[in-house]
């Protein structure tokens, strides 16, 4: 008994003690523990001698995806039970990593003859730990956070049965239902059934039914899903739907970002899905950039993740035949692609994020830093070298705020859906028209003969290739990337070696630059190619875009 109130004491000190139990553990009724609710664990001692000795658990309750309490099977046992489920890192098997691991306690309450009372006191213990868990995880979000999901919550979950190797639906199975039902989120698991049918779904769905819509595929998925979000007439509000990804295409880049900006070391298959299970159950939402995409005769497309000319979204496109070795079909890809490695002509012009529009003065080319051409052919200053790539928690969320005279005159140039009423979606400010000449604050790149040329607004280009190191989910920057020709196929190689430890930036390749920047252009010279959007193919022409900063909502870290 002083042992315990020394813990209490001790605990008390440190974290405060909300409350004391003592119960016996539902696998082993013959195990008595003492069971301490502090404001940031839960502290499990067996005080059964127990052959192993007096062993201790603190679980640490930011790890704590829900809890239940219930009463048993047999009607005659007046016990009441308590589960509390937990997902903490543990370091991996025969590796240097951490991943996240299941961790269930489930004690029984016996303490009255009375079975409601029992109950009554369950429920206590759960309302606490989840109270105290949502308490704990809303202090290790990041500072975009702009909401936490409430419990219980409505979820749509939309899965794409032929993304990956076509193991969404076993996934969805085998880890993610328990999951969301441990966690207490009520789902509504939809199977798509065609291309573009979650996006018509979600164009005609009462979006006051759900918390959430969340995807379960690749990025294409997701894809479908902002720009259904993005057609509908009430789409200021529809874009504000809290967003969620679970890995089960082979491209999973918007989940891999996920991971990696909840401070995950990298992780692919289920130790993936597990991390954004965790993230999704513990349901903290933060700002989403989304870019606004212009091409000649499609309708406006709006975009989470990427757009890709060249190289990249060549391997993308070939990479396809390969879908059945899952997330490694790009690295396949890209090894057929250097063997034909090619030059891409083109035009690329770009807004740089200016000088004090953020923590990070970088307003240049990081890497190749000869002379850059303004468009009406004057040379522009030589910036000089920018500081370490770092990530940008500063939100930048004035390209959607600014200048509404601006605004107006640009609506008119974007592409409808419809002839009648204005187009959804917010209006460009920064792109004239498509066939108009650029503002002379724009950059134009020295060159016109590419290898690639790569906009990111994620962390990951693909489960293993953390391409824009420096990119948060909402630091209003499209991070550009182009890599020049006369590149040797070794180097290109060792580029992107280097980029699944996102060191490329740092491998000083002076074939490789890097700019942040608000908005682009891409003119390709050549009559025929392949653009890819968020890894989609479409339309193949000239193209520009634009960051609208933090206007969707994700689930995230
Ligand atoms: P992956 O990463 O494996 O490519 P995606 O989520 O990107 O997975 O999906 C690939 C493509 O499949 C996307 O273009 C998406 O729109 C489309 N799609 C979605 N649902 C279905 C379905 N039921 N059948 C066929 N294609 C679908
Ligand atoms: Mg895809």
């Given at each position: 008994?002083?042992e315990?109130r020394r813990d209490l004491?001790?605990f008390?000190?440190t ?7 003592e119960f016996?553990?539902?696998?082993n ?8 609710l502090t ?8 005080l059964?001698?127990?052959p192993?000795g007096?062993s201790?658990?603190?679980?640490s309750?930011k ?8 009463r048993g099977?047999e ?8 589960s509390?489920?937990?997902y903490?890192l543990?370091r ?6 951490v991943?996240r691991?299941r961790?269930e306690?489930s004690?029984?309450?016996?303490a009255?003859?009375d079975?409601?009372?029992n109950?009554d006191e ?8 989840r109270?105290r ?6 202090l ?5 956070l702009?909401s ?6 409505q979820?749509m979950?939309?899965v794409n049965p032929q ?5 969404a639906?076993s996934?969805?199975?085998?880890h993610?239902q ?7 989120i009520v ?8 291309q ?7 164009r005609?769905?009462?979006?006051s039914q759900?918390d959430a819509l969340?995807?379960?595929?690749g990025?294409?998925?997701l894809?479908?899903?902002?720009n259904?979000l993005l057609?509908r007439?009430?789409w ?5 739907t ?5 890995p089960g295409g082979?491209g999973?880049?918007l989940?891999a ?6 401070g995950?070391s ?6 993936l899905l ?15 950039d989304?870019?606004s995409?212009?091409?000649?005769s ?5 975009s989470f993740?990427?757009?890709?000319w ?5 391997v ?19 090894l057929?692609r250097?063997?034909s490695l ?13 000088a004090?529009?953020d ?8 890497r190749?830093r ?6 009406n052919?004057?040379?522009a200053?030589v910036?000089?070298?920018?500081p370490?790539?770092?990530p940008?928690r500063?939100s930048l969320?004035?390209?959607c ?5 601006l605004r ?10 419809s002839?009648a009423?204005p187009?959804?979606?917010p209006?460009?400010?920064l792109l004239?028209p498509?066939d108009?000449?650029l ?5 134009v790149?020295?060159?016109?003969d590419?290898?690639?040329v790569?906009?990111m607004y994620q962390?990951h ?5 953390l ?11 499209i991070?550009?990337?182009?890599v020049?020709?006369?590149?040797s ?8 070696l280097a980029m ?12 490789l630059v890097?700019s942040r920047?608000?908005?682009?252009r891409?003119e ?9 959007v968020d ?6 022409g000239a ?15």
């Open positions: 008994m002083d315990r004491e001790r008390s000190s974290s405060w003690v909300t409350l004391y139990g016996t553990l539902t696998g009724r013959k195990v008595r523990c003492s069971v301490i404001e940031r664990d839960l502290v499990v001692q067996r059964s001698a127990a192993v007096r201790k658990t603190a679980l309750l790890d704590c995806v829900g809890c239940r309490a219930y099977q009607p005659a046992d007046p016990a009441a039970y308590l509390v489920y937990f903490p543990r991996r098997w025969m590796s240097s990593g991943s691991q961790v306690q004690f029984r309450l016996a009255l003859q079975p409601r009372s109950l369950a429920e206590k213990w759960a309302r606490a730990v109270e868990a949502a308490r704990q995880q809303r290790h979000g990041d500072g975009a702009v936490q999901l409430s419990r219980p919550c979820m979950l939309l993304s990956g190797k076509g193991q639906l996934l969805y199975n085998n993610v328990k999951m969301l039902n441990e966690a207490g789902h509504t698991l939809v199977i798509t059934e065609h573009n049918h979650a996006r018509e779904m979600v005609e769905a009462d979006l759900w969340v995807i379960m595929s990025d294409g998925l894809f479908e899903v902002i259904g057609e007439s009430d200021e509000d529809a874009i504000r809290p967003l969620g990804i679970l082979s999973n880049a989940a970002s996920i991971h990696h900006y909840s995950g990298a992780a692919s298959g289920e130790e597990l991390s954004c299970g965790f993230l999704l159950c513990r349901g903290l939402v933060s700002r989403m989304v870019v995409v212009q091409l000649p499609s309708p406006r497309l709006f993740l990427s757009l890709a060249g190289f990249v979204a060549d993308d496109v070939e990479s396809e035949k390969y879908r059945r070795v899952g997330a490694a079909r790009f690295t396949v890809g890209t057929v250097l063997a090619r030059v891409y002509k083109g035009r690329l012009a770009y807004l740089p994020v200016a004090g529009d923590d990070d003065d970088d307003d240049g080319p990081r190749g000869e002379s850059t051409r303004r468009p052919g004057q040379a200053p910036p000089s070298p920018p370490a790539d770092s940008c500063h969320h004035n390209s705020h600014s200048n509404n005279s107006a005159r640009r609506a008119a140039s974007t592409p409808s859906r002839a009423g187009p959804a979606g209006p460009d400010s004239p498509l108009r000449p503002p002379p604050d724009w950059v790149a020295p060159e016109e590419f290898v690639l790569l906009a962390s280009l693909a489960e293993d290739l391409a824009a190191p420096g990119a948060a989910s909402d630091d209003g920057a991070h550009l990337f182009y020049r020709a006369g590149i196929r070794a180097a290109l190689l060792r580029l992107f699944e430890k996102g060191a490329h930036l740092a491998a000083g390749c002076q074939h890097h920047v608000r908005a682009l891409l390709p010279h050549s009559a025929k190619g392949v653009i890819t890894g989609e193919v479409v339309e193949y193209v520009q875009a634009e960051v609208h900063g933090g206007l969707s909502r994700l689930i995230s870290g």
